[in-house]
């Protein structure tokens, strides 16, 4: 499986748009690439999944370059509420082969 | 949105008993599901692979003896720790694969709510 890695951590604005990248370098044809979110004393809740180009949501957009090593994922106007860890998964979503995780980024936004 | 639900959220046993964890995905039917773990701050920790109508797969390191999955329906899934110790309380999460057929674009994996551990 793509291993992936994210920055430790992030600080933002309310009202800010956040952009974290995840580098997946060794990324299979039949993987997705998928992005989580996980508040403390919580399961990791699904944000946005994609292949490849954009995709948009109502509350995120997922970039992702051609060569797609890496994927970038935009939160528009975060609040306080945003401040979580911040998963990006990648793997083929065929019989549902096994996910692992990196690190996470811990985004902080402050008032 | 799909939804995939544990029982219970918290729980707390006695060191050498057993405890069962369950996880459902309510809205629709998970041929598969997997078991994390996950210390404080620490990212998720997968456990095993839970197949319904076979034989977990476990990680490394993971003490199928001791890790007890059963995958009886396409609905559910349990983990049961047998004889716990006070090192086996952690944060539980299961997560189940949501396939929407066709071309595979459409299907995710989908978390629970997690289970707390607490073994005294």
């Known amino acids: 499986l793509a291993k992936t890695t994210q920055p430790i951590s992030m600080d933002s604005y309310e009202g800010q748009e956040v952009n974290i990248t995840c580098s997946h370098n060794?990324?299979?044809?039949?993987?997705?690439i998928t992005w989580y979110q996980q508040f403390p004393s919580q399961g990791p809740r699904f944000i946005i999944q994609g292949y490849k180009t954009k995709v948009t949501n109502e509350v995120a957009s997922l970039f992702i370059p051609a060569d797609r090593k890496s994927s970038t994922l935009s939160l528009p106007r975060v609040s306080l509420s945003d401040t979580a860890v911040y998963y990006c998964l990648v793997g083929p979503l065929y019989n549902f082969n096994k996910f692992y995780f990196g690190s996470g980024t811990k985004l902080n936004v402050k008032p | 949105g799909a939804v995939v639900s544990q029982h219970p959220s918290r729980v707390i046993c006695k060191s050498g008993t057993s405890v069962k964890i369950e996880c459902r995905s309510l809205d629709f039917q998970a041929t598969t599901m997997f078991w994390y773990r996950q210390f404080p701050k620490k990212s998720l920790m997968l456990m095993a692979t839970?197949?319904?109508?076979?034989?977990?797969?476990?990680e490394q390191g993971v003490e199928k003896d001791k890790f007890l999955i059963n995958h009886a329906s396409l609905t559910l899934s349990t983990l049961t720790v047998t004889s716990a110790h006070p090192e086996d309380s952690s944060f539980y999460i299961c997560?189940?694969?949501?396939?929407?057929?066709?071309?595979?674009?459409?299907?995710?994996?989908?978390f629970g709510e997690g289970s707390w551990l607490t073994v005294v």
């Open positions: 997560s189940a694969g949501r396939d929407r057929g066709g071309d595979n674009s459409g299907n995710t994996i989908y």
């Open positions: 060794n990324i299979a044809t039949n993987d997705y």
């Open positions: 839970s197949n319904e109508g076979s034989k977990a797969t476990y």
